[in-house]
């Protein structure tokens, strides 16, 4: 709950420095204060405490998502301090940020649907902005029209899935909900089954799960870059923090009726999003599709609905997230160049930059889930957990789209390795080099240390 | 929880498939009858879109400033903001001073938003 509250204060304090004039400073303070908060989470560990009528619960679950969410925005804040330069407005940007951050961990803390709802409306609503943020761009303005869009008719799936489930249950509680469900399990009305199936619309839409995944290209295309970065990693984490606590908590009772669903469009959303992956020429855009095919193998750990799926989830998301950041930081400066981001910008980094081309490396194993980087692990617990479950037929799948994966991470390897040029049109250096081999460091690290993250939740 | 659900059938309903009937039937009747009972003159004038004595012009998409739309949009942010504070005073009393406390809290964001809304010149009219 501090935690919010020092999240707030500080997206108010970024508007404040345009007031008072403190802007220069502004920037060293939002890294303060992030870091301050994750303290204060951390501090909160083993202490699950309920606040606000039962609205919001603190329970480990949500401390370790939110601190995970809060570190992925320090990071963000670093990778991006070059587009926070260029930018005229940088406090409104910061701000609109912290509150989305304020709406990502809203929803791994809710224990009521009415705050599930405000935590994704937080979120959603400044992620419509920021996709818009640069301002004289077709494509950003047509990315924030598309996601509005979209991701209004999402909300009203979600709401009205909501309405149903209040309707049968007569709270919003997850508790109650959850004890109800356990009470009915035989003489459950249609109408709640609808609800479900509802909620499972909106939420698989927010985290762009197929076939309601295609919104997710143009939108991460068309957004600033850094804006995208910020989607693929906290927007995601949110959703998935979200949708794992609702179904494992409410619906865990009737879980029959759901996993099926799960893992069907688990499947879909792998193929989908892999395959469209091979064909794309922009590297942006390929991301767009590879956080596509991401989420479908996470769904698979929501399918398994075992012990283990949410360290599983927990450790995926932390991978995943890392080299994301990583490619994106690089991403970053190639588009500040206004560079095309063809793949073929990167040959040659080998030669000019070898430690920059061997953390692009490393984050792209990660993704593509090569030992011993953080992603192999994040799909062996997940396949593990789904394995468990006798879901033989999603592994199997998955190996198979990860195959394709292996495919174009591995195009950005070879570009930068086998290119014939000696040198590339954009430079890494400073600060962004230094995040990258963070990223590229930490894969490696937290693929040492799984058990801990793990055994973590 | 001692809520127990109430079964409904279709036959619940029915009112409102009723008053549906009945809602769709006045708008078509109406629109049905003064076709046949109205004289039909059909006109220049008549066909105008606003036929009150005084002569259209222009087309009604002119483009106009977009600081109407700006102020008008925070016209509306804060009216409905204001809007929490009805029912906070009918309910002064028994909220304390913890209620009073929780409006000051309300009110210093509010008014932090107006200091931004002004120090970025968005209601400058040059």
């Known amino acids: 709950m501090n935690t919010i509250v020092t999240i707030a204060g500080l997206g108010i304090l970024s508007m404040l420095s345009e007031i008072f004039h403190f802007k220069k400073q502004l920037f060293v303070l939002i890294l303060l204060g992030l870091a301050a908060a994750i303290g204060i989470s ?15 619960l603190i329970d480990n679950y949500a401390i370790a998502f939110s601190v995970l969410l809060m570190s992925v925005t320090l990071l963000w804040f670093l990778m991006s301090q070059s ?24 929803m791994t803390c809710f224990s009521d649907l009415s705050m599930l709802f405000i935590g994704l409306e937080i979120l959603s609503i400044s992620m419509y902005v920021l996709c818009g943020s640069d301002k004289l761009n077709k494509r950003s303005n047509e990315s924030a029209m598309k996601y509005f869009m979209m991701g209004a008719f999402a909300t009203g799936f979600l709401l009205f899935g909501i309405a149903l489930i209040y309707g049968v249950v007569g709270s919003f509680n997850l508790t109650d909900i959850a004890t109800y469900t356990g009470q009915n ?3 459950l009305p249609m109408i709640f089954y609808a609800g479900i199936v509802l909620l499972l619309v909106g939420l698989f839409f927010k985290v762009s799960a197929a076939p309601f995944h295609f919104w997710a290209p143009d939108v991460y295309d068309g957004a600033p870059t850094v804006i995208t970065a910020f989607m693929a990693t906290v927007v995601k984490t949110a959703a998935f923090a979200a949708f794992y606590r609702l179904f494992a908590t409410c619906f865990s009772s009737v879980f029959t009726f759901w996993i099926d669903i799960i893992a069907i469009v688990a499947a879909l959303t792998m193929l989908a999003g892999n395959i469209l992956a091979v064909y794309q020429t922009s590297v942006k855009r390929m991301l767009a599709y590879s956080s596509v095919a991401h989420a479908g193998y996470i769904l698979m750990a929501l399918a398994a609905v075992s012990q283990s799926s949410k360290g599983a989830i927990f450790l995926y998301l932390i991978a995943y997230s890392l080299s994301t950041l990583g490619v994106f930081a690089v991403l970053n400066i190639i588009h500040e160049k206004k560079l095309s981001d063809d793949v073929s910008v990167f040959n040659g980094l080998a030669k000019s930059n070898p430690l920059a081309a061997a953390m692009i490396s490393i984050c792209m194993l990660s993704m593509a889930g090569i030992p011993p980087m953080a992603g192999f692990f994040g799909k062996y617990y997940i396949f593990l957990a789904a394995l468990n479950s006798g879901f033989t037929w999603l592994v199997l799948m998955a190996v198979l789209s990860s195959l394709i994966g292996v495919f174009y991470y591995f195009r950005i390897v070879m570009a930068m390795y086998t290119g014939k040029n000696e040198t590339t049109a954009f430079e890494i250096k400073g600060l962004p080099l230094f995040f990258l081999v963070l990223s590229g460091v930490l894969s490696v690290i937290i693929g040492l240390g799984t058990n801990f993250i793990v055994n973590l939740l | 929880m001692t809520l127990t659900v109430l079964l409904s059938s279709p036959a619940d309903y029915l009112p409102v498939a009723i008053m549906f009937v009945v809602a769709m039937g006045f708008v078509l009747t109406t629109i049905f009858v003064t076709h046949l009972l109205g004289p039909n003159r059909k006109s220049k004038i008549k066909l105008d879109s606003f036929e009150c004595g005084i002569e259209s012009k222009d087309n009604a998409r002119v483009p106009f400033s977009i600081k109407y739309f700006l102020i008008a949009i925070l016209f509306v942010l804060f009216d409905v903001e204001i809007i929490f504070m009805y029912p906070w005073a009918v309910n002064f009393l028994d909220m304390g001073m913890e209620g009073f406390l929780k409006m000051l809290i309300f009110l210093g964001l509010l008014f932090n938003r107006l200091l931004y809304i002004l120090k970025k010149g968005a209601l400058k009219w040059e």
């Open chain 1, 83 to 106: 587009y926070f330069k260029s930018e005229s407005s940088m406090e409104a940007h910061a701000a609109i940020i912290l509150f989305a951050l304020c709406g990502a961990i809203c």
């Open chain 1, 185 to 187: 399990v035989n003489n």
């Open chain 1, 42 to 56: 951390v501090m909160e560990w083993d202490t699950a405490y309920s606040y606000y009528n039962h609205m919001v």
